[in-house]
C-alpha cells in the first residue's frame, strides 16, 4: 500500500516548512507506514499512544495495526494535513486528526485518529489503539499471518506481501488445471445439445470455443478465490480489474471465433452458393465486424485498467467525420458494393447493358465493377455509379427473340403476299427450338420502298451463339419462301420522272448574258417543281407553261 502512495507525496510534493518527523498528521502517518513495511516495528511503536502498561505490547500492535490497514484503509496521503495543528476545518477536537476508517462486524465503522502530545508529535490515538486487537481478530486469513515467517510477511512489489506474491502462482495454476477439467465438461454438456440439430455450423463452433471456455473458468475460479489472500483494498481492487479485464479479453476472444465460424457457415450456406457475388463479400462483412469487436474490446479493457476512454471516444469520433469526408467517394463505392451484393442486379459471368457499354461481368470488387466487351477491351465502372444505373442483364432470360422486319417489292401482288405470309408462319411452326405460342408473322404496312411483313418470335435457347446459328437457319428459310413465292427482297430505291416543258427563249432575246440551254434531263434535274417519288408515291402533275414575255 506504502509503495502505491508513496509517488504522491513525493520529495516535491513536500510542503513547503519541512517538519521533523511527527510533527504534522502527514508526517507522522508516512513514517509510521514506512518504519512498518520495513519490518521495524518497534521504531514504529513510537508512534502509538501506549500507557505505562503496554510499551513491552507496542511492536506486536504495530504489526498488527499494519496489517488491518493494509486490509480495509486506503491512505491518500496528499489529503492528509501537513499542518503543524492537524485540519483546522474539520469538526473533530484540533488536536484529533481523522485519516480512515474500519469496517466491523456489525456492519459499522471505527474511525482510525491520530492524537497531537503536549510534545508535539502525532500519534495513533489512544481509542484507536485499544482497538487494535479486536480489529486484528477479526481478520480473515489471521492464522497465516501468525505463522509464516517474517520475511514473508514483509511487503513486495504493489505492496502485495511475499508470501501473497508466492501463492499468486500457484493460485493461477491450479486454476488453469480445473478451468481446463470445467471446460471439458462445459464442452461435453453442450455437445449433447448441438448433436441433436442437423447443422454442422454450431459442432464447429463448439471446437473453436474451447480455448475461451477454458480460460473464462480459469480467471472466474481465481477471481473466486483471491479474496482468500487477504489483499488490501487497493491491491485486491487492482487485482480485480485486471481479472474483469482478461474476462472481457476472453470473451471477445470468443467473440472473434463466432464471427470466423459465422463467416465460414455462410459461406458453405445454399444462398451464397445461389448468390456468388454476395459470397465474396462475406469475408468483407467479417472483416468489418472483427474491426469493431477489436475497437469495443480495447476500448473495454482500457477502462477496466483505469484509463479515461471519454477523449479517445470523442477522438474516433472526430476521427471518422474526417475520414468520411475524406474518403467520400471510397465509401460510396463500397456501400455500392454492398448493394450491389444484396440487390443482385447482375452476378459475376453475367452478360448485362448498362447505359451505353455492354458486356460480360469480369469481376465485382470492393471499388468498382469489370466488364469485360465483346472487344476484349475491360471496363471498370465505379460501383457508386452501378448502384444508380439503369442495368439490364441477359442472363435470367429463359429464351431469345428474334425481332425483324422482311420487306418485300412493290410488285408483289396480294396472292403472293398470302402465300409468303403462310411460308414465313410455316417456317417458325415447323422448327424445333421455336416456342410455339411467340409465334408472330403480320403484314404490317406501305413502307417508303417496301412492303413490310412484321416477324417476330422466340428461340427457347439461352445460349447467345446458338442463337445466333438458329437465326442463320430461319432467315435463310424465308429467303426461299419468297423466291418460291415469285417475289423478291426489297432495295432502297428512288425514282426521277421528267417531263418535257415549253421552250426557253435565247439569253439574247432577253437582255441577258448567253448561256447553253441545259438539256431536258439536267433541267428537270435542276427545277425544284421537277416530280421525285420513293417507291410508289405518285407524282406530282405537270407544271402549266410559262408565260411568254412582253414584247
Not at 281 to 289: C, E, H, I, K, T
Not at 337 to 361: H, L, M
Not at 511 to 528: F, L, Q, T, V
Amino acid at each position: 500500500m506504502f509503495a502505491l502512495v508513496t509517488g504522491l507525496i513525493g520529495v516535491g510534493s513536500a510542503p513547503a516548512r519541512a517538519q521533523p518527523p511527527g510533527q504534522t498528521p502527514r508526517s507522522a502517518l508516512h513514517h509510521y507506514l514506512e518504519l512498518s513495511r520495513e519490518g521495524r516495528f518497534a521504531e514504529a511503536a513510537r508512534y502509538l499512544e501506549l500507557d505505562g502498561g503496554e510499551p513491552a505490547a507496542g511492536p506486536e500492535l504495530a504489526r498488527h495495526l499494519k496489517a488491518v490497514l493494509d486490509r480495509h484503509v486506503w491512505f491518500d496521503l496528499e489529503r492528509v494535513s501537513a499542518e503543524v495543528h492537524g485540519n483546522a476545518e474539520d469538526d473533530v477536537d484540533p488536536d484529533i486528526e481523522e485519516v480512515g476508517k474500519v469496517p466491523t462486524v456489525a456492519g459499522a465503522t471505527d474511525p482510525v485518529r491520530l492524537h497531537r502530545g503536549g510534545d508535539g508529535v502525532w500519534r495513533f490515538a489512544a481509542t484507536t489503539v485499544a482497538r487494535i486487537d479486536a480489529w486484528y481478530q477479526a481478520l480473515a486469513g489471521r492464522w497465516i499471518m501468525e505463522h509464516l515467517p517474517a520475511w514473508m510477511m514483509r511487503p513486495g512489489p504493489y505492496d502485495i506481501l511475499i508470501w501473497q506474491w508466492i501463492v499468486l502462482p500457484g493460485l493461477v495454476l491450479a486454476a488453469w488445471f480445473v478451468g481446463m477439467l470445467l471446460g471439458r465438461i462445459t464442452r461435453s454438456v453442450l455437445q449433447r445439445l448441438v448433436s441433436k440439430t442437423q447443422s454442422t455450423w454450431d459442432d464447429h463452433l463448439l471446437d473453436r470455443l474451447a480455448g475461451p471456455l477454458k480460460w473464462l473458468w480459469a480467471v472466474a475460479l481465481v477471481r473466486a478465490a483471491v479474496p482468500l489472500l487477504g489483499l488490501y483494498a487497493p491491491a485486491a481492487a487492482s487485482v480485480g480489474a485486471l481479472l474483469r479485464a482478461l474476462l472481457f479479453l476472453f470473451f471477445f476472444w470468443g467473440l472473434f471465433r463466432l464471427i470466423d465460424t459465422g463467416g465460414r457457415a455462410i459461406t458453405a450456406s445454399r444462398w451464397a452458393v445461389q448468390m456468388s457475388a454476395s459470397r465474396s463479400l462475406v469475408p468483407l462483412g467479417m472483416r468489418v465486424a472483427k474491426a469493431v469487436v477489436a475497437v469495443i474490446a480495447v476500448i473495454s479493457l482500457l477502462s477496466e485498467l483505469g484509463y479515461p476512454v471519454a477523449s479517445l471516444i470523442a477522438g474516433l469520433g472526430i476521427g471518422g467525420i474526417a475520414l468520411a469526408l475524406a474518403a467520400q467517394k471510397t465509401v460510396e463505392n463500397l456501400f455500392g458494393a454492398f448493394s450491389i451484393g444484396v440487390d443482385q442486379p447482375f452476378r459475376e459471368g453475367d452478360g448485362v447493358k448498362i447505359d451505353d457499354v455492354i458486356g460480360t461481368v469480369e469481376a465485382i470488387g470492393l471499388r468498382s465493377t469489370r466488364i469485360r466487351t465483346p472487344d476484349r477491351t475491360l471496363i471498370s465502372m465505379p460501383n457508386g455509379r452501378l448502384a444508380d444505373a439503369k442495368v439490364e442483364n441477359f442472363a435470367p432470360r429463359d429464351r431469345i427473340r428474334l425481332a425483324t422486319t422482311i420487306g418485300l417489292v412493290y410488285d408483289t401482288s396480294a396472292v403472293q403476299m398470302k402465300q409468303v405470309l403462310d411460308g414465313l408462319a410455316e417456317v417458325l411452326r415447323n422448327h424445333p427450338r421455336i416456342v410455339p405460342d411467340t409465334i408472330v408473322v403480320r403484314f404490317k404496312g406501305f413502307g417508303a420502298h417496301s412492303l413490310d411483313i412484321e416477324v417476330d418470335t422466340c428461340f427457347g435457347t439461352t445460349d447467345f451463339a446458338e442463337f445466333r446459328i438458329l437465326r442463320e437457319e430461319v432467315l435463310l428459310a424465308f429467303m426461299a419462301v419468297v423466291e418460291q413465292a415469285g417475289s423478291a427482297l426489297a432495295l432502297p430505291t428512288r425514282t426521277i420522272y421528267v417531263t418535257d416543258g415549253p421552250p426557253r427563249r435565247s439569253a439574247a432575246a432577253d437582255g441577258r448574258a448567253s448561256a447553253p440551254a441545259p438539256a431536258p434531263e439536267e433541267e428537270a434535274a435542276e427545277d425544284p417543281r421537277a416530280a421525285v417519288r420513293a417507291d410508289g408515291d405518285d407524282p406530282e402533275p405537270p407544271l402549266p407553261p410559262r408565260p411568254e414575255p412582253a414584247p
